[in-house]
């Protein structure tokens, strides 16, 4: 029994202040995916959001139930509590590698048959435009809707791998900056900054490969079966870079659409919008975000 | 409910039974009594916060302390009191709402799973955060004790540190009248906790069933983010109506729980819900007690101590408890999360073997 990507779907914005925040996109990501999908959000078991930047960097709760809540995800007002139906949410942080975390635990989660039907959801806005510092990822929400098949491979293996020694490359925090002009104690803002050295790309993409090559080692996969390689570390040109070190083709690389190169979290199902996943037999699967931190799947669809 | 276990402590796709190896936690020496903290409100508010919540003192962060040292020192204190070592550990999961790192500056990337895994010396733990308010750490468990009873891993640990007194003290600028949606934020306390995950020798007792749901149509009622009025986080609460809710939809969901379990309320020994204020625990199991017809033996209430430490509440109880050598080993615990979402889990498990890693073997 494997788990399957049963379907994926973004959603983007264009134009900002009307556009829509990151818990929106999310939104409207999840119900296309589901209706691609053909299921009812009802069926839902399990919702992860794995977005780092949110709409006012909400801390409490867990987006995830937010989003739960706006695409109506349970409860069934016609089944009582306690009767064995409900939908659990939750958020997780993993920088880039948050979408494909995500699928790792809603794989665990379908292998023991604790939940049916998953789906990871993704997105990042910046939260204050004009305000923020460093904030160059573009506004895009992803989602990928999972469950188990018998007949099916899917998910056959994960690797997961942490490089702190290049933890100071990607940085983003919140800090309090103080109004000078008004010279009052608590004048001032909290602001978002991000901070990505030049270097990240490189290292990245060096710490991606090595990855790659020790899930690929340990399944005994000769790389050149590889007929799909969908990549992310948030710079542009990261999949095909790392397509080459790895001996890839360059058309075998999922590529995402225009002013999508850098998408953060959300990178996985922008990648795979522009590809046949069923068309294709082994799909390497590779994250790379602050950490630095490495996510790799093996699919075989 | 999403449910893992059951009655044979191994059902529904089990192999193996997971139980909790070690606990540890870390509460700051400094201590601020409700009486201090409502001394330092701006207005007049005349709340008796003391007489409302139970709440004596809370304990809070001196010079040098934050999220992720609380963190740090709670996995520490975990570790010291297992077998193992922390490069034995496959999967080390952080869920600090709270992210300070550096004094108030909060962390999103990396993760503080990152810099907690090289400072534990965890080189083969896969590592990430994990964030759903106060259910944040029985959120981990849930994920671990999936995984561990699969037999996908065989040891994982979920730590939170939650630096969020400055929560209360944003708040104390603000709140005017017991109505204030900033209430339960003077409430808070900052703690860090850890609990080690491991799977159990065969035939051992261990974790009996987890189970989690999340009251979505709820999800608004506690909003955190971002203060506006200086360092750290605002949050916004309507205690009342999430207290409310929260009451009505335990008894159908601990009851589904419970069978799953194939166990009666009163086959509990001690219940540790998440610990808000004396109050309104007693309150509120008072009367699903009533709903249920039976009621647990002891319910554990540290919140006069240490305040609502967020995340970590539970494990800051189940470390005092066993530090205190209030368990006998056939104790079974039941962990209840009831945090904004509104997020409702519960986890039952026999003490067993922690019992004599705290100086206590009755």
Known sequence: MGTIIEASATATAHSRPFAPGARKLADAAARLCLERADRTVDELDLLINAGVYHDKLLQEPALASLIQEDIGANPDPDRPLGAGHGTFSFDISNGACGLLTGIHLVDGMLASGTVELGIVVASDIDPEPGVSEGFGFPSVGGAVLLSADDSRAGFTAFQFATFPEYAELFGSYVDWHQDARRGLTHHGRNILTVEIAESYAAQALECAESTARELAGAQALDLGQVDLVVANASVPGFADGLARRLGVSAERVASPADGLATAHTAAPAVALESVQLASSRTVLFVSAGAGITVAAALYRA | ?362
């Open chain 2, 1 to 362: 409910m999403a449910l893992e276990g059951g009655a044979d402590g191994s059902a529904d796709g089990g192999s193996y039974t997971s139980r909790f190896a070690a606990v540890g936690a870390l509460v700051p020496e400094r201590r601020v009594s409700s009486d201090e903290l409502m001394g330092s409100t701006k207005h007049r508010t005349h709340i008796e916060l003391e007489r409302l919540t139970g709440i004596h003192e809370r304990h809070v962060v001196g010079e040098g302390e934050d999220s992720y040292t609380l963190a740090l020192g709670a996995a520490r204190d975990a570790l010291a009191h297992w077998d193992g070592a922390a490069e034995d550990l496959d999967v080390l999961i952080v869920t600090s709402i709270s992210r300070h790192v550096g004094g108030l500056r909060l962390q999103l990337e990396p993760t503080l799973s990152v810099s907690l895994k090289e400072a534990l010396g965890a080189r083969r733990a896969m590592s990430f955060d994990l964030t759903n308010a106060c259910a944040g750490m029985l959120t981990g468990v849930f994920i671990l004790n999936d995984l561990i009873r699969q037999g996908r891993i065989r040891r994982g640990m979920v730590v939170s540190g939650e630096y969020i007194s400055q929560l209360g003290i944003n708040a104390a600028r603000q709140v005017r009248t017991v109505m204030s949606k900033q209430l339960a934020s003077l409430t808070l306390g900052d703690a860090g906790a850890a609990a080690i995950l491991e799977r159990a020798p065969e035939g051992a007792p261990g974790i009996e069933v987890t189970g989690f749901t999340t009251l979505s149509e709820h999800s608004r009622l506690c909003l955190a983010f971002p203060a506006k009025i200086g360092r750290g986080e605002s949050m916004y609460t309507d205690a009342r109506a999430i207290h409310k809710i929260s009451i009505e939809a335990l008894p159908p969901l601990l009851r589904e729980a419970l069978d799953q379990a194939g166990l009666e309320f009163d086959e509990i020994d001690y219940l540790i819900p998440h610990q808000t204020s004396a109050r309104a625990i007693k309150k509120g199991l008072k009367d699903v007690s009533a709903s249920l017809g039976v009621a647990p033996k002891h319910v554990v209430v540290t919140v006069d101590e240490f305040g609502n430490t967020a995340s970590t509440t539970h494990f800051v109880a189940l470390r005092k408890y066993l530090s205190d050598g209030r368990f006998a080993k056939d104790d079974r615990v039941l962990l209840l999360a009831l945090a904004s979402g509104i997020e409702v889990g519960v986890v039952i498990f026999k003490v067993d073997q922690l019992v004599g890693r705290y100086g206590h073997d009755h």
